[in-house]
């Protein structure tokens, strides 16, 4: 039922919070296998909610989903509903604004959480991926430091590798650097770099100028719950078509 | 204050230094002053004792009579917390629970515990029982009654267990809902179930928050274990009151038996420091 080319396919997608407070409004969204996708656009705008609707942290109201294969249709009522997005996010890894790293688990804890708890793997077998993962994103003297001994920036980078340790098919970062101090940005934003060019695909909520212009594929602009407009880097930031994108980026560039 | 963690490359200077030196000793003179001040309050509680004409030797005499209650008092609280953490964690997933039923029956239990007194319940688990019991089996559930007929010591468990459970109902319900949502987000987006992301994440660090209210109830618990004596158990504060009023020496006895439980407690809040500074691992400012 899936081309074996598309990573996420997203289908008429809606979400209204409470009664009223229509948020996503009718999103289509088609991601390959290895492509980076930047969203930008205002807060408020629905980034994050769509982001987070991705890997169902949020019920979409209407609509439908597609991961690697994984097709989910929003408000079924279909027993297998539960498992459907257990497998969904076993292939997603998300990043989080605020890192939420489990404060009572050291880094090496934090990274092995998955595949011990998730995939039933014994700490012993975890170690080893675990320790590569951690050594891939430049911690590994930080193996047995408890979160609240790391920056911000090494708690990112151990909240990638912990996504990262569950071989995730496509990572989703939802504005990773933006509770960074400026100067620890880089080097969170190497590690996605990284990512990128291994081939990973990625959809990423982001400010970052760098990432958004010189590692994503496609860049999407979003306001009131859906696009203004997509295309290549260069065409967004040089030349926006539409008027609501130019005013956005010229208060971010 | 270790030197290794110096963050400013250059030494620090005298001035500063004398400045350290006073908060030091600030700190520690404080210390000081707390524990003797500690050290003359109970003098003046055993001189005042004395001065009323305590009979120590009276009191030497049957010490050992009373501490023998202390079994019981240690054996009823030990199994009754133990019991009442599991309910505690049951209710706390009842009220936290969107299945209605599940829900309506926590609210109700956690309502009715608590709004009623512990020493009706003590007879009501004791006494009311087997009535229950006799009126069940009048209708057909035979043999039932020799099974809510529960001796002294199983019903004042069962009494404090359940009170107990459903006050820490409450103290576990709120030690999970203060766990920022994030943790859990961050357990589910891993794959987690609801269940492992209760076992693995949030529990863990509940846990952390509900630590001292729960030593709370457990030394608040050690000492209405005393109600099981209403039941007839020879347990501490029986015992004592026993003595105390057959040799009308009733203060000595109650001071005595007084005594005991505040050793105890304080035994307990040594534990409860200790496992408070190992379950701190992991925060901020652990180690300075």
Sequence with gaps: MSNNNVMVKIRNLHKVFGQDLHVLDGIDLDVSVGEVVSILGPSGSGKSTLLRCINFLEEPTAGTIEVDGVAIKAGEKSKDHAAKILDIRKKTGMCFQAFNLFPHMTAIGNVMEGPVTVLGQTKKEATPYAEELLDWVGLS??????????????????????????????????EPTSALDPELVGEVVDVMERLANEGMTIIAVTHEMHFARDVSSRVFIMDGGNWIEEGSPEEMFTNPKEERSKQFLAHIL | MNQSNSIAGRGIPPEALAVLKQIDARRKNFSRNLRISLAILVLLMVVGLVVLGLDFKFMSKWIGFILTGLGFTLLVSVLAISLACVLAVIGALGRL?????FNAMATLYVSL??????????YMWYLALPQIGGALERLGLVGIQKYLTLPAIPAGIMALAVCYGAYMTETVRAGIQSIKIGQGEAAKALGMTGAQTMRRVIFPQALRVIIPPVSNEFIAMVKDSSLVSLMGVWELSFRAIKIGRRYFQSLEMLILVAAIYWVMCIVLQTVQERIEKHMARGERGENG
């Design chain 2, 97 to 101: 629970s969107r299945n209605p039923i």
């Design chain 2, 113 to 122: 515990i608590r709004g009623t007194p512990l020493l009706v319940q003590v």
């Design chain 1, 141 to 174: 003297d930080k193996r047995d430091e408890f979160p609240a001994r790391l920056s911000g920036g090494q708690q990112q980078r151990v909240a990638i590798a912990r996504s990262l340790a569950m071989k995730p098919k496509i990572m989703l970062f939802d």
